[in-house]
């Protein structure tokens, strides 16, 4: 699990700093960010925890955990927390997502890229098609809401296709949908 989030992060840009305990520091130059792995369930305690290590040069914060998190925890992660916190659980970490054979490319554009494509093709954002920012890949490269995603994929009739998406933020029942199929596919795995 430490050798996929290694993996993440490098993807990210990133290259591993420090690890201290169960927390792990990744930099980029300028920014850092912190992963934490919590064996237990996440509560409000260990939120106030992980709120000591937070300061201006934090960019964002990995939760890697293997029980629960706590309605209370995530209300705490959205309100008292002052940097952008992503939450995995570890079989989301259990392998590389974007090395499975039936995943096509993703890539993330920079804001110019972005601008340049709208422009080109004579689009309005809204009318891109949509992905949601917790799709695996997309969580995976830390897309987020306003992103454009480049996806390339190997074709039979023209050898390559590429599609565009753009990131949306995914509805409640979106969320409620995957966590159920991560609790079926452990319980297929057992």
Known sequence: MEDILNEMMTDRGFHLENIID????????????????????????????????????IGYILLIYNNSITSFAKQAIKTDLECDVQLFTESELSFNVTKH???????????????????????????????????????????????????????????????????????NWINVIYTNMNIIANLKIL
Do not use: M, W
């Not at 106030?48 to 290590?53: A, C, L, T, V």
């Open 22 to 57: 169960n927390t792990f520091f990744f930099t980029n130059n300028s920014i850092k960010v912190l992963a934490f792995f919590v064996k237990d369930k996440i509560c409000i305690k260990k939120i106030k925890e992980i709120e000591q290590f937070i300061n201006t040069d």
């Open 101 to 171: 054979f039936l995943v096509p490319k993703h890539e993330i554009l920079s804001k110019n890229e972005k601008i340049e494509f709208v422009k080109k093709n004579k689009l309005k954002v809204t009318n891109i098609p949509r992905i949601f920012d917790n799709d695996p890949v997309i969580k995976y490269y830390y897309g987020k809401p306003g992103d454009l995603v480049k996806i390339t994929r190997d074709s039979e009739t023209n050898g390559c296709s590429i599609y565009y998406r753009i990131v949306y933020a995914s509805p």
